[in-house]
């Protein structure tokens, strides 16, 4: 059994930073790639960042230059710096992982967490 348990968000006004993480526990051998995604009222669930076991990074064209993505394979944890925060960026933000519980598995499970709510405004 894997579990994702996040923490970090809140309320804050505009320009301000909230740091997000996010830890993977259970029966894992590896995890490949990790990544936040968000969901705004009344929109689709976009890709926030990603972050390979590797270090390699990937961030969406809006968060570009404010938000870091970040991991510690030793711990299994995801993080997600956001600074410069945006009335934009409020959301419920989810951790994902994809996670290897054995090396002969043949392909990654995917595991999401609960999602944490980040609310910016004045």
């Known amino acids: 059994q894997v579990q994702l348990v996040e923490s970090g968000g809140g309320l804050v006004q505009p320009g301000g930073s909230l740091r997000l993480s996010c830890t993977a526990s259970?029966?894992?051998?590896?995890?490949?790639?990790m990544g936040w995604y968000r969901q705004a009222p009344g929109k689709e669930r976009e890709l926030v960042a990603t972050?390979?076991?590797?270090?390699?990074?990937n961030y969406a064209d809006s968060v570009k230059g404010r938000f870091t993505i970040s991991r510690d394979n030793a711990k299994n944890t995801v993080y997600l710096q956001m600074n410069s925060l945006k009335p934009e960026d409020t959301a419920v933000y989810y951790c994902?992982?994809?996670?290897?519980?054995?090396?002969?598995?043949?392909?990654?499970?995917?595991?999401w967490g609960r999602g944490t709510q980040v609310t910016v405004s004045s």
């Open positions: 259970g029966s894992i051998f590896s995890i490949n790639t």
């Open positions: 972050i390979t076991s590797g270090g390699h990074t």
């Open positions: 994902n992982a994809n996670v290897r519980y054995r090396p002969g598995q043949y392909s990654v499970v995917t595991h």
